[in-house]
């Protein structure tokens, strides 16, 4: 499975921004999906992963009520909107496929990863 986030930017604090994950085969679409993160000289860490089917939700507690990801039933797509963001979101956005139809929480959860896509806030 291939994966092409997109979406990065530069915006300032409490700006928006919006990610977008595409996976390239269509069985993933049976594959949880998530986001990490990593900032410089920091390890990866979870942001938030989505069900096969987009109903269930998990969020780092760090990004819970600002950030929201969605995905349609099945889709090999998933978006990630980043409202009311702070410098300490700086960092390389990562989405992974997960190896089951339920995203886990730690990176060994997912087998496929995108490149990631750089998001940098200023304060």
């Known amino acids: 499975v291939q994966l092409q986030a997109s979406g990065g930017g530069l915006v300032q604090a409490g700006g928006s921004l919006r990610l977008s994950c595409t996976a390239s085969r269509r069985t993933s679409s049976n594959n949880g999906m998530g986001w990490f993160r990593q900032a410089p000289g920091k390890e990866r860490e979870f942001v938030v992963g989505?069900?096969?089917?987009?109903?269930?939700?998990r969020y780092a507690e760090s990004v819970e009520g600002r950030f929201t990801v969605s995905r349609g039933y099945g889709s090999s797509t998933t978006y990630l909107n980043m409202n009311s963001l702070k410098p300490e979101d700086t960092a390389v956005y990562y989405c992974a496929s997960a190896r089951g139809a339920f995203a886990g929480t730690t990176t060994t959860s997912y087998n496929s990863w995108g490149l990631g896509t750089q998001v940098t806030v200023s304060s």
């Open positions: 989505v069900s096969w089917n987009g109903q269930i939700t």
